[in-house]
């Protein structure tokens, strides 16, 4: 019972406190008028909810107007964004009102719709003219707050005079372009399939907010970073061929021997049969294992360069590896002395070594998508 009565009073707690005159009290008078409004239209007659609806308006009223007059006041043009939103706030809650029951609400209409178009026009008017301002200081990073300035006097007026091409123009300006590239540096020969491969990382998902990424060069576009893929050091081990030895045994049955008497007869059991004993012998076959193995390394740095000073920003070193491995079993005795696992291995074969340029193919595959893997993790180095 106690636990009842205490979730009771807390369910009645919280519903008090979401009430409309709870939020009338705390000064939310917007909530306060939709709360009141929803229960007007649901029973016009409760007169309580009409008077926190009047409250509340009035309230709302008197603290934007009181907003207006400071923001005219001041006579900053970028403040017409802000008279705009509260002439549409107070709008709103005016057409809630009218659209109420007549149950007394109290609140003057008034034509707000000039005031909306009037501070919609300079609005959008300031915006557009800050974007030409910011465009005209030639700054990659300005062009990106021109931007938003064209954006906003867009959603103001859709076809407001050229701001169209003015976005266009704003985000090419805003823009930071990277190239990525790969350099040959390493004293062995790279093959130019590799070289081709690398550079053909598919950068476009790096492509996020103002960044572009060309694995290609575009001769019409200003590279204002370069990311390169050093490539210093290529290695290819010999061919390998470790081997061990073992000799593997087993008892097998070889015939019997008849169990003799004393006097040299054969005994015989309880049944009148011969008694016997089985022979055994060891049987043996010489395994040999062999492990080739053949590897390749390319090693190398992707460094960040600044292009308008040729400036080395960051270097990060990368290492990638392919392998060949294979394993093979060759017996030499009497294969029936194995155990089941090495007979197993009986089915393995000797392979060819792969050539050079096919293991540094496949490391330059892995040096690939690690490559990809740190473009993808420095991405916000470059702004």
């Avoid at 939310?28 to 008028?33: Q, V």
């Avoid at 055994?280 to 360069?305: L, M, P």
Wanted: aromatic share 10%; charged share 30%; glycine share 4%.
């Amino acid at each position: 019972m106690k636990k009842l009565l205490f979730l009771f009073i807390s369910i009645s707690f919280l519903i008090a406190c979401s009430s409309s005159s709870k939020k009338l009290e705390s000064g939310n008078y917007d909530a306060a008028l939709k709360k009141s409004a929803k229960k007007i239209r649901k029973s016009p007659g409760k007169f309580e909810e009409v008077n926190t609806f009047n409250a509340a308006y009035k309230g709302a009223y008197n603290k934007d107007n009181a907003e207006l007059n400071r923001l005219k006041q001041q006579g900053n043009p970028a403040n017409w964004s802000k008279i705009y939103k509260i002439y549409v706030r107070m709008k709103g809650r005016q057409d809630l009102a009218a659209s109420l029951p007549p149950v007394g609400l109290e609140y003057q209409e008034r034509d707000y719709d000039s005031e909306i178009l009037t501070a919609k026009n300079n609005a959008t008017e300031y915006a557009y003219a800050k974007g030409d301002e910011l465009m005209a200081k030639n700054d990659r990073m300005e062009a990106r707050k021109a931007y938003n300035f064209y954006k906003e006097a867009k959603n103001y007026i859709n076809d407001f005079k050229d701001v169209d091409q003015k976005i266009e123009l704003a985000k090419k300006a805003g823009i930071t372009n990277v190239f990525f590239r790969i350099e040959d540096n390493a004293e062995m020969l790279v093959p130019q399939e590799m070289m081709q491969e690398i550079q053909s990382i598919d950068v476009n998902d790096l492509d996020k907010g103002w960044v572009n990424y060309d694995s290609y060069i575009d001769t019409t576009t200003l590279y204002h970073y370069s990311v390169i893929l050093s490539v210093k050091l290529i290695e290819v081990t010999p061919d390998d061929l470790a081997k061990t030895h073992m000799v593997e045994k087993k008892e097998v049955p070889d015939g019997f021997d008849y169990v003799l008497d004393g006097n040299g007869n054969v005994k015989k059991d309880s049944l009148g049969n011969d008694i016997k004993i089985p022979k055994f012998k060891t049987i043996q076959c010489n395994v040999t294992r062999y492990h080739q193995t053949k590897s390749a390394r390319i090693s190398g740095d992707i460094e960040y360069y600044d292009n308008a000073t040729d400036q080395l920003l960051k270097k990060e070193p990368i290492v990638s590896e392919s392998f060949f491995e294979n394993r093979y079993v060759l017996p030499l005795g009497n294969i029936e002395a194995l155990s089941p696992q090495t007979q197993q291995e009986l089915n393995t074969k000797p392979m060819p070594y792969p050539y050079p340029d096919a293991l540094i193919l496949q490391a330059g595959d892995v040096m690939k998508a690690m490559s990809k893997e740190i473009l993808v993790n420095n991405k916000e180095f470059l702004k």
